[in-house]
Protein backbone atom coordinates (compact mmCIF):
# COMPACT_ATOMS: atom_id res chain seq x y z
CA UNK A 1 0.00 0.00 0.00
CA UNK A 2 1.32 3.72 -0.65
CA UNK A 3 -0.15 6.90 -0.83
CA UNK A 4 1.00 10.17 -3.16
CA UNK A 5 0.93 13.47 -1.38
CA UNK A 6 1.07 16.07 -4.37
CA UNK A 7 0.79 19.66 -2.97
CA UNK A 8 -0.63 17.93 0.35
CA UNK A 9 -3.46 16.33 -0.90
CA UNK A 10 -3.50 12.35 -0.56
CA UNK A 11 -3.97 9.87 -2.64
CA UNK A 12 -4.28 6.05 -1.50
CA UNK A 13 -3.36 3.39 -3.56
CA UNK A 14 -2.60 -0.48 -3.56
CA UNK A 15 -1.43 -2.49 -6.02
CA UNK A 16 -3.36 -5.86 -4.92
CA UNK A 17 -2.51 -9.12 -3.58
CA UNK A 18 -4.16 -8.35 -0.58
CA UNK A 19 -6.29 -10.95 -0.32
CA UNK A 20 -3.85 -13.42 -1.09
CA UNK A 21 -0.41 -13.58 -2.94
CA UNK A 22 -0.45 -17.34 -4.68
CA UNK A 23 -2.55 -17.69 -7.61
CA UNK A 24 -4.11 -21.28 -6.66
CA UNK A 25 -6.70 -21.72 -3.70
CA UNK A 26 -6.56 -25.38 -2.07
CA UNK A 27 -10.44 -25.94 -1.96
CA UNK A 28 -9.80 -27.19 1.75
CA UNK A 29 -8.49 -23.38 2.49
CA UNK A 30 -11.44 -21.44 0.96
CA UNK A 31 -14.12 -20.73 3.85
CA UNK A 32 -11.44 -19.43 6.06
CA UNK A 33 -9.66 -17.63 3.77
CA UNK A 34 -12.90 -15.99 1.97
CA UNK A 35 -14.00 -15.23 6.04
CA UNK A 36 -10.18 -13.22 6.02
CA UNK A 37 -10.76 -11.55 2.64
CA UNK A 38 -14.09 -10.24 2.98
CA UNK A 39 -12.60 -8.83 6.66
CA UNK A 40 -9.59 -7.09 4.45
CA UNK A 41 -12.07 -5.75 2.39
CA UNK A 42 -14.37 -4.31 4.92
CA UNK A 43 -11.10 -2.67 6.87
CA UNK A 44 -9.66 -1.50 3.58
CA UNK A 45 -13.20 0.47 2.94
CA UNK A 46 -12.78 1.47 6.65
CA UNK A 47 -9.46 3.03 6.29
CA UNK A 48 -10.17 4.53 3.23
CA UNK A 49 -8.62 3.96 -0.62
CA UNK A 50 -8.59 5.91 -3.70
CA UNK A 51 -7.53 3.60 -6.39
CA UNK A 52 -6.54 -0.62 -6.01
CA UNK A 53 -5.83 -3.18 -8.30
CA UNK A 54 -7.26 -6.47 -8.49
CA UNK A 55 -4.40 -8.47 -8.83
CA UNK A 56 -3.54 -12.65 -9.36
CA UNK A 57 -3.47 -13.65 -5.91
CA UNK A 58 -7.03 -11.96 -5.27
CA UNK A 59 -8.39 -13.83 -8.38
CA UNK A 60 -7.42 -16.96 -6.90
CA UNK A 61 -10.52 -16.61 -5.35
CA UNK A 62 -12.51 -16.52 -8.40
CA UNK A 63 -13.87 -13.68 -10.64
CA UNK A 64 -17.27 -13.89 -9.42
CA UNK A 65 -15.88 -13.51 -5.56
CA UNK A 66 -13.99 -10.53 -6.39
CA UNK A 67 -16.32 -8.85 -7.51
CA UNK A 68 -19.14 -9.07 -5.12
CA UNK A 69 -16.51 -8.43 -1.94
CA UNK A 70 -15.69 -5.22 -4.69
CA UNK A 71 -19.16 -4.16 -4.47
CA UNK A 72 -20.44 -5.09 -1.14
CA UNK A 73 -17.57 -2.52 0.20
CA UNK A 74 -16.97 0.12 -3.22
CA UNK A 75 -13.89 -1.26 -3.83
CA UNK A 76 -12.26 1.35 -6.08
CA UNK A 77 -10.70 -1.62 -8.44
CA UNK A 78 -9.08 0.06 -11.80
CA UNK A 79 -8.05 -2.74 -14.51
CA UNK A 80 -6.73 -1.29 -17.64
CA UNK A 81 -5.50 -4.39 -19.64
CA UNK A 82 -8.15 -7.35 -19.29
CA UNK A 83 -11.17 -7.45 -21.92
CA UNK A 84 -13.88 -9.66 -20.96
CA UNK A 85 -17.01 -11.27 -22.96
CA UNK A 86 -18.98 -9.80 -20.28
CA UNK A 87 -17.35 -6.60 -19.46
CA UNK A 88 -15.93 -6.12 -16.42
CA UNK A 89 -17.45 -3.37 -13.31
CA UNK A 90 -13.94 -1.84 -12.90
CA UNK A 91 -12.88 1.49 -15.18
CA UNK A 92 -9.63 1.28 -17.08
CA UNK A 93 -8.64 4.32 -15.61
CA UNK A 94 -9.10 6.46 -12.49
CA UNK A 95 -8.61 10.28 -12.58
CA UNK A 96 -8.02 12.76 -9.83
CA UNK A 97 -7.41 16.15 -9.17
CA UNK A 98 -5.25 16.27 -6.25
CA UNK A 99 -4.74 20.26 -5.32
CA UNK A 100 -4.02 21.29 -8.44
CA UNK A 101 -1.93 17.95 -9.79
CA UNK A 102 -3.80 15.39 -12.07
CA UNK A 103 -3.00 12.02 -11.51
CA UNK A 104 -4.18 9.23 -13.53
CA UNK A 105 -4.03 5.53 -12.28
CA UNK A 106 -3.83 2.70 -14.07
CA UNK A 107 -4.42 -1.23 -12.85
CA UNK A 108 -2.12 -3.75 -14.89
CA UNK A 109 -3.07 -7.58 -14.67
CA UNK A 110 -0.47 -10.44 -14.19
CA UNK A 111 0.63 -11.61 -18.35
CA UNK A 112 -0.76 -14.80 -16.47
CA UNK A 113 -3.57 -14.35 -15.32
CA UNK A 114 -6.13 -16.67 -16.38
CA UNK A 115 -10.10 -15.25 -16.13
CA UNK A 116 -13.21 -17.19 -18.00
CA UNK A 117 -14.15 -15.28 -20.76
CA UNK A 118 -11.65 -13.02 -21.06
CA UNK A 119 -7.86 -11.83 -22.20
CA UNK A 120 -4.89 -9.92 -20.80
CA UNK A 121 -3.11 -7.57 -22.85
CA UNK A 122 0.41 -6.64 -22.97
CA UNK A 123 0.94 -3.98 -20.00
CA UNK A 124 3.51 -1.94 -23.27
CA UNK A 125 0.83 -2.14 -25.42
CA UNK A 126 -2.09 -1.17 -22.53
CA UNK A 127 -0.15 1.49 -21.76
CA UNK A 128 1.69 2.70 -25.27
CA UNK A 129 -1.31 4.92 -25.53
CA UNK A 130 -0.96 7.74 -22.51
CA UNK A 131 0.67 11.06 -23.85
CA UNK A 132 3.58 12.50 -22.07
CA UNK A 133 2.60 15.66 -20.36
CA UNK A 134 2.15 17.19 -16.77
CA UNK A 135 -0.50 14.72 -15.23
CA UNK A 136 1.18 12.12 -13.02
CA UNK A 137 0.43 8.75 -14.66
CA UNK A 138 0.98 6.05 -11.67
CA UNK A 139 0.74 2.23 -12.53
CA UNK A 140 -0.46 -0.27 -10.08
CA UNK A 141 1.49 -3.74 -12.11
CA UNK A 142 1.68 -6.75 -11.51
CA UNK A 143 3.87 -7.44 -14.12
CA UNK A 144 5.64 -11.19 -13.07
CA UNK A 145 8.48 -11.28 -14.24
CA UNK A 146 8.40 -8.64 -16.87
CA UNK A 147 10.75 -5.79 -16.11
CA UNK A 148 9.15 -2.45 -15.19
CA UNK A 149 11.91 -1.10 -18.16
CA UNK A 150 10.69 -2.64 -21.04
CA UNK A 151 6.97 -1.86 -20.05
CA UNK A 152 8.39 1.85 -19.44
CA UNK A 153 10.32 2.23 -22.86
CA UNK A 154 7.09 1.46 -24.76
CA UNK A 155 4.85 3.47 -22.13
CA UNK A 156 6.68 6.78 -22.27
CA UNK A 157 3.74 8.63 -20.65
CA UNK A 158 3.97 6.73 -17.73
CA UNK A 159 5.72 8.32 -14.32
CA UNK A 160 5.61 5.57 -11.60
CA UNK A 161 4.89 2.12 -10.80
CA UNK A 162 3.81 0.30 -7.59
CA UNK A 163 5.27 -3.10 -7.83
CA UNK A 164 2.01 -5.69 -6.59
CA UNK A 165 4.06 -8.97 -6.04
CA UNK A 166 7.15 -7.04 -4.94
CA UNK A 167 10.22 -9.29 -3.59
CA UNK A 168 12.28 -6.39 -1.82
CA UNK A 169 11.00 -3.25 -0.30
CA UNK A 170 12.78 -0.31 -1.98
CA UNK A 171 12.95 1.76 0.50
CA UNK A 172 14.42 4.24 -2.17
CA UNK A 173 12.59 3.94 -5.43
CA UNK A 174 14.66 2.66 -8.53
CA UNK A 175 15.49 5.13 -11.69
CA UNK A 176 14.37 3.91 -15.04
CA UNK A 177 15.92 5.06 -18.27
CA UNK A 178 12.88 7.11 -19.32
CA UNK A 179 12.97 9.52 -16.35
CA UNK A 180 10.03 6.92 -14.71
CA UNK A 181 10.26 5.45 -10.36
CA UNK A 182 9.46 2.33 -9.46
CA UNK A 183 7.81 2.19 -6.44
CA UNK A 184 7.85 -0.95 -3.46
CA UNK A 185 6.36 -1.48 -0.20
CA UNK A 186 6.85 -4.68 0.26
CA UNK A 187 4.35 -7.64 0.28
CA UNK A 188 3.30 -8.06 4.10
CA UNK A 189 1.27 -5.21 4.72
CA UNK A 190 3.38 -4.02 7.55
CA UNK A 191 4.89 -1.00 5.64
CA UNK A 192 3.35 2.24 4.20
CA UNK A 193 5.05 3.93 1.37
CA UNK A 194 4.89 7.67 1.81
CA UNK A 195 5.36 9.58 -1.07
CA UNK A 196 5.65 13.00 -1.61
CA UNK A 197 5.90 14.51 -5.03
CA UNK A 198 6.54 17.94 -6.75
CA UNK A 199 6.14 18.57 -10.83
CA UNK A 200 8.01 20.51 -11.86
CA UNK A 201 5.55 21.88 -15.02
CA UNK A 202 7.67 20.30 -18.78
CA UNK A 203 9.72 18.35 -16.59
CA UNK A 204 10.61 14.21 -18.30
CA UNK A 205 12.20 12.94 -15.64
CA UNK A 206 11.98 12.02 -12.20
CA UNK A 207 14.70 12.32 -9.35
CA UNK A 208 14.31 11.35 -5.50
CA UNK A 209 16.35 12.96 -3.12
CA UNK A 210 17.49 9.60 -1.15
CA UNK A 211 18.44 7.22 -4.73
CA UNK A 212 21.61 8.35 -5.50
CA UNK A 213 23.17 8.07 -1.66
CA UNK A 214 21.21 4.60 -1.37
CA UNK A 215 22.37 3.31 -4.82
CA UNK A 216 26.12 4.53 -3.84
CA UNK A 217 25.91 2.58 -0.76
CA UNK A 218 24.54 -0.47 -2.52
CA UNK A 219 27.83 -0.22 -4.58
CA UNK A 220 29.98 0.36 -1.38
CA UNK A 221 28.77 -2.91 -0.18
CA UNK A 222 29.49 -5.03 -2.90
CA UNK A 223 32.96 -3.76 -3.53
CA UNK A 224 33.55 -4.63 -0.17
CA UNK A 225 32.10 -7.78 -0.34
CA UNK A 226 33.90 -8.93 -3.17
CA UNK A 227 37.30 -7.16 -1.61
CA UNK A 228 36.60 -9.73 1.82
CA UNK A 229 35.89 -12.50 0.00
CA UNK A 230 39.21 -11.63 -2.65
CA UNK A 231 41.15 -12.38 1.05
CA UNK A 232 39.37 -15.32 2.09
CA UNK A 233 39.78 -17.02 -1.32
CA UNK A 234 43.59 -16.68 -1.42
CA UNK A 235 43.43 -17.89 1.92
CA UNK A 236 41.53 -21.20 1.63
CA UNK A 237 43.19 -24.30 0.64
CA UNK A 238 39.68 -26.54 0.57
CA UNK A 239 38.62 -27.13 -3.25
CA UNK A 240 34.55 -26.96 -2.06
CA UNK A 241 35.70 -24.12 0.04
CA UNK A 242 37.19 -22.32 -3.28
CA UNK A 243 33.97 -23.09 -5.10
CA UNK A 244 31.94 -21.91 -2.59
CA UNK A 245 33.38 -18.42 -2.50
CA UNK A 246 33.97 -18.58 -6.28
CA UNK A 247 30.19 -18.69 -6.23
CA UNK A 248 29.67 -15.60 -3.93
CA UNK A 249 32.12 -13.82 -5.65
CA UNK A 250 30.00 -14.18 -8.82
CA UNK A 251 26.73 -13.19 -6.92
CA UNK A 252 28.21 -9.82 -5.65
CA UNK A 253 29.97 -9.06 -9.29
CA UNK A 254 26.55 -9.10 -10.65
CA UNK A 255 24.97 -7.23 -7.90
CA UNK A 256 27.68 -4.41 -8.33
CA UNK A 257 27.29 -4.49 -11.81
CA UNK A 258 23.15 -3.66 -11.39
CA UNK A 259 24.06 -1.30 -8.63
CA UNK A 260 26.75 0.68 -10.93
CA UNK A 261 23.94 1.06 -13.63
CA UNK A 262 21.43 2.17 -10.98
CA UNK A 263 23.64 4.66 -9.52
CA UNK A 264 24.06 6.11 -13.05
CA UNK A 265 20.59 6.11 -13.70
CA UNK A 266 19.47 8.12 -10.23
CA UNK A 267 22.66 10.65 -10.83
CA UNK A 268 22.12 11.51 -14.16
CA UNK A 269 19.43 13.90 -15.20
CA UNK A 270 19.21 15.81 -18.58
CA UNK A 271 17.22 18.71 -17.92
CA UNK A 272 14.73 19.82 -15.50
CA UNK A 273 13.08 17.04 -12.96
CA UNK A 274 10.26 16.72 -11.05
CA UNK A 275 10.80 15.75 -7.34
CA UNK A 276 9.46 12.57 -5.43
CA UNK A 277 10.61 11.87 -1.72
CA UNK A 278 9.83 8.46 -0.51
CA UNK A 279 9.65 7.02 3.12
CA UNK A 280 8.41 3.73 4.26
CA UNK A 281 6.52 3.73 7.64
CA UNK A 282 6.47 0.26 9.78
CA UNK A 283 2.67 -0.16 10.84
CA UNK A 284 3.90 -0.98 14.22
CA UNK A 285 3.14 -1.18 17.99
CA UNK A 286 3.12 2.47 18.22
CA UNK A 287 0.76 3.11 15.67
CA UNK A 288 -2.65 3.06 17.64
CA UNK A 289 -5.26 0.55 17.01
CA UNK A 290 -8.27 1.60 14.43
CA UNK A 291 -11.09 0.72 17.28
CA UNK A 292 -13.59 -0.24 14.09
CA UNK A 293 -11.06 -2.56 12.50
CA UNK A 294 -9.74 -4.00 15.52
CA UNK A 295 -13.31 -5.51 16.60
CA UNK A 296 -13.72 -6.60 13.26
CA UNK A 297 -10.61 -8.78 13.18
CA UNK A 298 -11.19 -9.89 16.68
CA UNK A 299 -14.95 -11.23 15.61
CA UNK A 300 -13.05 -13.28 12.46
CA UNK A 301 -10.04 -14.24 14.26
CA UNK A 302 -12.71 -16.04 16.79
CA UNK A 303 -13.80 -17.93 13.43
CA UNK A 304 -10.56 -19.64 11.95
CA UNK A 305 -9.81 -23.25 12.11
CA UNK A 306 -8.09 -23.77 15.42
CA UNK A 307 -9.23 -20.52 17.21
CA UNK A 308 -9.70 -21.11 21.36
CA UNK A 309 -13.21 -20.71 20.67
CA UNK A 310 -13.61 -23.63 18.53
CA UNK A 311 -15.69 -26.54 19.93
CA UNK A 312 -13.38 -29.00 21.94
CA UNK A 313 -15.02 -31.90 20.00
CA UNK A 314 -13.30 -30.40 16.57
CA UNK A 315 -9.99 -30.59 18.04
CA UNK A 316 -8.37 -34.13 17.12
CA UNK A 317 -6.20 -35.44 19.32
CA UNK A 318 -2.33 -34.14 19.01
CA UNK A 319 -1.00 -37.31 18.54
CA UNK A 320 2.59 -39.31 19.20
CA UNK A 321 5.38 -37.42 18.32
CA UNK A 322 6.64 -37.26 13.99
CA UNK A 323 4.17 -38.18 11.63
CA UNK A 324 4.70 -39.93 8.37
CA UNK A 325 8.27 -39.68 7.28
CA UNK A 326 9.12 -36.44 10.21
CA UNK A 327 10.30 -37.89 13.42
CA UNK A 328 11.41 -34.98 15.09
CA UNK A 329 14.01 -32.92 16.35
CA UNK A 330 14.26 -34.67 20.10
CA UNK A 331 15.01 -37.84 18.06
CA UNK A 332 17.88 -36.56 16.52
CA UNK A 333 19.19 -35.01 19.47
CA UNK A 334 19.83 -38.08 21.19
CA UNK A 335 22.75 -38.82 19.07
CA UNK A 336 23.92 -35.95 17.58
CA UNK A 337 24.21 -34.05 20.60
CA UNK A 338 26.43 -31.41 19.85
CA UNK A 339 24.88 -30.30 16.93
CA UNK A 340 21.71 -29.97 18.94
CA UNK A 341 22.94 -27.71 21.70
CA UNK A 342 24.09 -25.78 18.79
CA UNK A 343 20.71 -25.66 17.31
CA UNK A 344 18.69 -25.36 20.82
CA UNK A 345 20.29 -21.58 20.80
CA UNK A 346 19.11 -20.62 17.94
CA UNK A 347 16.24 -18.94 16.63
CA UNK A 348 15.07 -21.84 15.16
CA UNK A 349 14.23 -23.55 18.36
CA UNK A 350 12.04 -20.91 19.40
CA UNK A 351 10.44 -19.85 15.96
CA UNK A 352 7.32 -21.72 17.02
CA UNK A 353 7.36 -19.37 20.24
CA UNK A 354 7.47 -16.47 17.76
CA UNK A 355 3.98 -17.23 16.57
CA UNK A 356 2.54 -17.79 19.70
CA UNK A 357 3.33 -14.63 20.80
CA UNK A 358 1.67 -12.82 17.91
CA UNK A 359 -1.19 -15.41 18.80
CA UNK A 360 -0.90 -16.39 15.03
CA UNK A 361 0.01 -20.32 15.53
CA UNK A 362 -3.14 -21.24 14.17
CA UNK A 363 -3.15 -18.92 11.17
CA UNK A 364 -3.13 -20.88 7.69
CA UNK A 365 -0.56 -17.88 6.53
CA UNK A 366 1.86 -17.88 9.71
CA UNK A 367 2.41 -21.43 10.81
CA UNK A 368 3.90 -23.20 8.19
CA UNK A 369 7.47 -21.88 8.26
CA UNK A 370 7.44 -22.14 11.57
CA UNK A 371 6.53 -25.51 11.96
CA UNK A 372 8.49 -28.57 10.68
CA UNK A 373 7.41 -29.89 7.79
CA UNK A 374 4.83 -28.34 7.00
CA UNK A 375 5.93 -27.11 3.43
CA UNK A 376 6.15 -30.38 2.23
CA UNK A 377 2.58 -32.33 1.65
CA UNK A 378 3.72 -35.56 4.31
CA UNK A 379 4.17 -32.87 7.19
CA UNK A 380 1.27 -30.97 9.18
CA UNK A 381 -1.29 -29.84 7.25
CA UNK A 382 -3.34 -28.28 10.18
CA UNK A 383 -2.16 -26.21 12.52
CA UNK A 384 -4.06 -27.96 15.61
CA UNK A 385 -2.00 -31.02 14.90
CA UNK A 386 1.93 -30.55 14.59
CA UNK A 387 2.94 -34.45 16.23
CA UNK A 388 5.77 -32.42 18.09
CA UNK A 389 6.72 -31.19 15.00
CA UNK A 390 6.81 -27.34 16.66
CA UNK A 391 9.68 -25.39 15.41
CA UNK A 392 12.22 -24.97 12.12
CA UNK A 393 13.95 -28.66 13.61
CA UNK A 394 16.74 -30.66 12.29
CA UNK A 395 14.29 -32.16 9.53
CA UNK A 396 13.30 -28.15 7.81
CA UNK A 397 17.30 -28.00 7.01
CA UNK A 398 18.38 -31.96 6.51
CA UNK A 399 15.02 -33.63 4.88
CA UNK A 400 12.82 -35.82 6.99
CA UNK A 401 14.34 -38.60 9.06
CA UNK A 402 12.46 -41.03 10.51
CA UNK A 403 14.13 -43.77 8.45
CA UNK A 404 17.58 -42.40 8.89
CA UNK A 405 16.81 -42.11 13.06
CA UNK A 406 16.29 -45.83 12.56
CA UNK A 407 19.11 -46.81 10.86
CA UNK A 408 21.55 -44.32 10.44
CA UNK A 409 24.38 -46.10 8.24
CA UNK A 410 21.72 -47.27 5.98
CA UNK A 411 19.01 -44.11 5.36
CA UNK A 412 20.98 -40.80 4.62
CA UNK A 413 20.30 -37.74 5.02
CA UNK A 414 21.61 -33.93 3.26
CA UNK A 415 24.60 -33.27 4.97
CA UNK A 416 24.96 -29.55 3.88
CA UNK A 417 21.61 -28.10 3.31
CA UNK A 418 22.04 -25.89 0.27
CA UNK A 419 20.60 -22.61 0.50
CA UNK A 420 17.54 -23.57 -1.91
CA UNK A 421 16.16 -25.36 1.31
CA UNK A 422 17.13 -21.77 3.43
CA UNK A 423 15.12 -19.66 0.99
CA UNK A 424 11.63 -21.79 0.79
CA UNK A 425 10.98 -19.91 4.72
CA UNK A 426 13.82 -17.18 3.94
CA UNK A 427 11.45 -16.13 1.03
CA UNK A 428 12.58 -11.97 1.03
CA UNK A 429 9.15 -11.48 1.61
CA UNK A 430 7.67 -13.10 4.76
CA UNK A 431 11.13 -12.31 6.05
CA UNK A 432 10.95 -8.56 5.02
CA UNK A 433 14.20 -9.39 2.71
CA UNK A 434 16.50 -10.26 5.62
CA UNK A 435 18.22 -13.06 4.72
CA UNK A 436 21.36 -12.20 3.30
CA UNK A 437 23.31 -15.81 2.34
CA UNK A 438 27.00 -15.07 3.60
CA UNK A 439 25.97 -13.58 7.24
CA UNK A 440 22.82 -15.79 7.45
CA UNK A 441 24.28 -19.03 6.70
CA UNK A 442 27.58 -19.19 9.40
CA UNK A 443 25.09 -18.76 12.02
CA UNK A 444 23.18 -22.28 11.14
CA UNK A 445 26.37 -24.55 11.07
CA UNK A 446 27.46 -26.41 13.85
C1 LIG B 1 11.16 -24.23 7.68
C2 LIG B 1 11.52 -22.85 7.50
C3 LIG B 1 12.98 -22.41 7.60
C4 LIG B 1 14.07 -22.97 6.96
C5 LIG B 1 14.10 -24.17 6.01
C6 LIG B 1 15.22 -22.18 7.36
N1 LIG B 1 14.82 -21.19 8.21
FE1 LIG B 1 16.02 -19.83 9.11
N2 LIG B 1 14.43 -19.09 10.16
C7 LIG B 1 13.13 -19.50 10.02
C8 LIG B 1 12.29 -18.80 10.96
C9 LIG B 1 10.80 -18.96 11.11
C10 LIG B 1 13.14 -17.95 11.70
C11 LIG B 1 12.73 -17.01 12.82
C12 LIG B 1 12.88 -17.68 14.11
C13 LIG B 1 12.28 -16.82 15.21
O1 LIG B 1 11.08 -16.91 15.41
O2 LIG B 1 13.04 -16.06 15.83
C14 LIG B 1 14.49 -18.15 11.17
C15 LIG B 1 15.63 -17.51 11.64
C16 LIG B 1 16.90 -17.66 11.09
C17 LIG B 1 18.07 -16.98 11.53
C18 LIG B 1 18.14 -16.02 12.69
C19 LIG B 1 17.95 -14.61 12.24
C20 LIG B 1 18.33 -13.66 13.32
O3 LIG B 1 19.39 -13.03 13.18
O4 LIG B 1 17.57 -13.59 14.28
C21 LIG B 1 19.11 -17.36 10.72
C22 LIG B 1 20.55 -16.89 10.78
C23 LIG B 1 18.58 -18.30 9.77
N3 LIG B 1 17.23 -18.47 10.03
C24 LIG B 1 19.32 -18.92 8.76
C25 LIG B 1 18.85 -19.98 7.98
C26 LIG B 1 19.66 -20.71 7.02
C27 LIG B 1 21.08 -20.36 6.64
C28 LIG B 1 18.89 -21.70 6.53
C29 LIG B 1 19.27 -22.78 5.53
C30 LIG B 1 20.46 -23.55 5.77
C31 LIG B 1 17.58 -21.59 7.17
N4 LIG B 1 17.60 -20.54 8.03
C32 LIG B 1 16.51 -22.42 6.91
C33 LIG B 1 12.66 -20.44 9.12
C34 LIG B 1 13.46 -21.28 8.38
C1 LIG C 1 7.37 -18.15 4.04
C2 LIG C 1 7.70 -18.53 5.41
C3 LIG C 1 7.10 -17.75 6.55
C4 LIG C 1 5.76 -17.55 6.81
C5 LIG C 1 4.57 -18.02 6.00
C6 LIG C 1 5.72 -16.77 8.04
N1 LIG C 1 6.97 -16.54 8.51
FE1 LIG C 1 7.46 -15.59 10.23
N2 LIG C 1 9.42 -15.71 9.75
C7 LIG C 1 9.93 -16.36 8.66
C8 LIG C 1 11.37 -16.19 8.61
C9 LIG C 1 12.30 -16.76 7.58
C10 LIG C 1 11.72 -15.40 9.73
C11 LIG C 1 13.11 -14.94 10.13
C12 LIG C 1 13.40 -13.59 9.55
C13 LIG C 1 14.79 -13.10 9.87
O1 LIG C 1 15.06 -12.81 11.05
O2 LIG C 1 15.58 -12.98 8.94
C14 LIG C 1 10.46 -15.14 10.44
C15 LIG C 1 10.37 -14.42 11.62
C16 LIG C 1 9.21 -14.21 12.31
C17 LIG C 1 9.13 -13.58 13.62
C18 LIG C 1 10.31 -13.13 14.43
C19 LIG C 1 10.48 -11.67 14.48
C20 LIG C 1 10.31 -10.94 13.18
O3 LIG C 1 9.34 -10.16 13.07
O4 LIG C 1 11.10 -11.12 12.25
C21 LIG C 1 7.79 -13.49 13.94
C22 LIG C 1 7.17 -12.89 15.19
C23 LIG C 1 7.06 -14.07 12.84
N3 LIG C 1 7.94 -14.51 11.88
C24 LIG C 1 5.68 -14.15 12.79
C25 LIG C 1 4.99 -14.58 11.67
C26 LIG C 1 3.56 -14.39 11.49
C27 LIG C 1 2.63 -13.68 12.45
C28 LIG C 1 3.24 -14.97 10.30
C29 LIG C 1 1.88 -14.97 9.60
C30 LIG C 1 1.41 -13.65 9.21
C31 LIG C 1 4.47 -15.54 9.76
N4 LIG C 1 5.50 -15.27 10.61
C32 LIG C 1 4.53 -16.27 8.58
C33 LIG C 1 9.22 -17.10 7.74
C34 LIG C 1 7.84 -17.11 7.63
C1 LIG D 1 20.63 -43.58 16.50
C2 LIG D 1 21.48 -42.44 16.36
C3 LIG D 1 21.10 -41.41 15.32
C4 LIG D 1 19.90 -40.74 15.23
C5 LIG D 1 18.65 -40.90 16.08
C6 LIG D 1 20.08 -39.78 14.16
N1 LIG D 1 21.31 -39.89 13.61
FE1 LIG D 1 22.09 -38.76 12.13
N2 LIG D 1 23.71 -39.94 12.04
C7 LIG D 1 23.99 -40.97 12.91
C8 LIG D 1 25.20 -41.65 12.46
C9 LIG D 1 25.86 -42.83 13.15
C10 LIG D 1 25.63 -40.95 11.29
C11 LIG D 1 26.83 -41.29 10.42
C12 LIG D 1 26.33 -42.19 9.31
C13 LIG D 1 27.44 -42.66 8.37
O1 LIG D 1 28.47 -42.00 8.31
O2 LIG D 1 27.19 -43.65 7.68
C14 LIG D 1 24.69 -39.90 11.07
C15 LIG D 1 24.78 -38.98 10.05
C16 LIG D 1 23.97 -37.86 9.92
C17 LIG D 1 24.16 -36.81 8.96
C18 LIG D 1 25.25 -36.74 7.91
C19 LIG D 1 24.73 -37.28 6.58
C20 LIG D 1 24.47 -38.76 6.60
O3 LIG D 1 23.29 -39.16 6.53
O4 LIG D 1 25.42 -39.51 6.71
C21 LIG D 1 23.16 -35.92 9.17
C22 LIG D 1 22.91 -34.62 8.41
C23 LIG D 1 22.36 -36.40 10.26
N3 LIG D 1 22.86 -37.58 10.69
C24 LIG D 1 21.22 -35.76 10.75
C25 LIG D 1 20.30 -36.38 11.58
C26 LIG D 1 18.98 -35.89 11.83
C27 LIG D 1 18.39 -34.61 11.26
C28 LIG D 1 18.36 -36.77 12.67
C29 LIG D 1 16.94 -36.73 13.16
C30 LIG D 1 15.93 -36.80 12.13
C31 LIG D 1 19.33 -37.80 12.97
N4 LIG D 1 20.48 -37.54 12.27
C32 LIG D 1 19.09 -38.86 13.78
C33 LIG D 1 23.24 -41.32 14.01
C34 LIG D 1 21.95 -40.89 14.28
C1 LIG E 1 18.92 -24.02 9.56
C2 LIG E 1 19.31 -25.28 8.97
C3 LIG E 1 19.79 -26.38 9.87
C4 LIG E 1 19.15 -26.91 10.96
C5 LIG E 1 17.82 -26.48 11.54
C6 LIG E 1 19.97 -27.99 11.43
N1 LIG E 1 21.08 -28.10 10.65
FE1 LIG E 1 22.51 -29.56 10.76
N2 LIG E 1 23.56 -28.65 9.28
C7 LIG E 1 23.19 -27.51 8.63
C8 LIG E 1 24.27 -27.09 7.75
C9 LIG E 1 24.26 -25.85 6.86
C10 LIG E 1 25.30 -28.05 7.88
C11 LIG E 1 26.67 -28.07 7.17
C12 LIG E 1 27.63 -27.10 7.86
C13 LIG E 1 28.10 -27.66 9.14
O1 LIG E 1 28.72 -28.72 9.13
O2 LIG E 1 27.85 -27.07 10.18
C14 LIG E 1 24.81 -29.03 8.85
C15 LIG E 1 25.49 -30.16 9.21
C16 LIG E 1 24.99 -31.16 10.07
C17 LIG E 1 25.59 -32.45 10.31
C18 LIG E 1 26.83 -32.98 9.64
C19 LIG E 1 28.05 -32.55 10.34
C20 LIG E 1 29.29 -33.14 9.73
O3 LIG E 1 30.10 -33.58 10.51
O4 LIG E 1 29.40 -33.14 8.49
C21 LIG E 1 24.82 -33.09 11.24
C22 LIG E 1 25.05 -34.46 11.83
C23 LIG E 1 23.73 -32.22 11.56
N3 LIG E 1 23.84 -31.05 10.83
C24 LIG E 1 22.71 -32.51 12.46
C25 LIG E 1 21.70 -31.64 12.82
C26 LIG E 1 20.79 -31.88 13.90
C27 LIG E 1 20.77 -33.09 14.77
C28 LIG E 1 19.95 -30.82 13.94
C29 LIG E 1 18.85 -30.53 14.94
C30 LIG E 1 19.19 -30.61 16.35
C31 LIG E 1 20.32 -29.93 12.86
N4 LIG E 1 21.42 -30.44 12.23
C32 LIG E 1 19.66 -28.76 12.53
C33 LIG E 1 21.97 -26.85 8.73
C34 LIG E 1 21.03 -27.12 9.71
Redesign the pocket.
Known sequence: MSTLSPSGALLVVDAGNLFRRSAVLPESERAEREAKARLIAEATRLGGIDAMLPARGDFSFGLPFVTDVGSAWELPYVLSNVTCATPLPWPAVRRFDKGGTRVEVYGIAHPELKLPGCSVTDAGQALSGIPVTDTVVLVLADLGRTPEADVAARAPGVDFFLRADSTETLSTPEALATGALVLSSGARGKLLGVATVQVTPGARTWSDAGASAARAADVDTATARLTELGTRKAKATDPREVARLVRQEEFWTKKQAAARTALELATTTGGPTSRLSNTLRGLVDDVGEHAPTFAKVAAVKATLTGAKSAPAAAVPANTAAGMGPWVG?AA??A??TV??AQ??H?G?ARAYASVVADDRQFDLDCYSCHVTGALDGTGPTDPRQLHGLEN???E???GAGKAHAASPTTAHLV???PTS??VQCHDSRQDGGRFDEPTY?PK???
Do not use: F, L, T
Request: glycine share 4%; aromatic share 4%; with cysteine.
Open positions: SCSCHQAWSSHVGCSCHREPQCRVAH
